[in-house]
């Protein structure tokens, strides 16, 4: 059985800084691409940031600039460095991750609890 459990979440005021971290465990063969999404209420889920194993990194648009995704593997570990934050910032993020869990082939995405995220104007 395979886990993602995030924490770092909380209230800011805006321009603020949060560090998010999500911590994989289970059985495990391997990490491919780890992530995090949000969801804002009345909207649809986004993705904010992705990294994968090699540690290339990809941004949406409104996060690029502010926000740093990084990842320690020997941890099965993926953080989310957010500064500048703003009020439309808030939203619960989820940390996503495809693992593998028996052999390599054998992928499947998981997906945290989410961490709250207020940040007020």
């Known amino acids: 059985q395979v886990q993602l459990v995030e924490s770092g979440g909380g209230l800011v005021q805006a321009g603020g800084s949060l560090r998010l971290s999500c911590s994989a465990s289970g059985s495990i063969f391997s990490i491919n691409a780890m992530g995090w999404y949000r969801q804002a209420p009345g909207k649809q889920r986004e993705l904010v940031a992705t990294i994968n194993s090699g540690g290339s990194t990809k941004y949406a648009d409104s996060a690029s600039g502010r926000f740093t995704i990084s990842r320690d593997n020997a941890k099965k570990s993926v953080y989310l460095q957010m500064s500048s934050l703003k009020p439309e910032d808030t939203a619960v993020y989820y940390c996503?991750?495809?693992?593998?869990?028996?052999?390599?082939?054998?992928?499947?995405?998981?997906w945290g609890q989410g961490t709250q995220v207020t940040v007020s104007s």
């Open positions: 996503n991750a495809d693992i593998a869990t028996r052999f390599w082939y054998d992928r499947k995405d998981y």
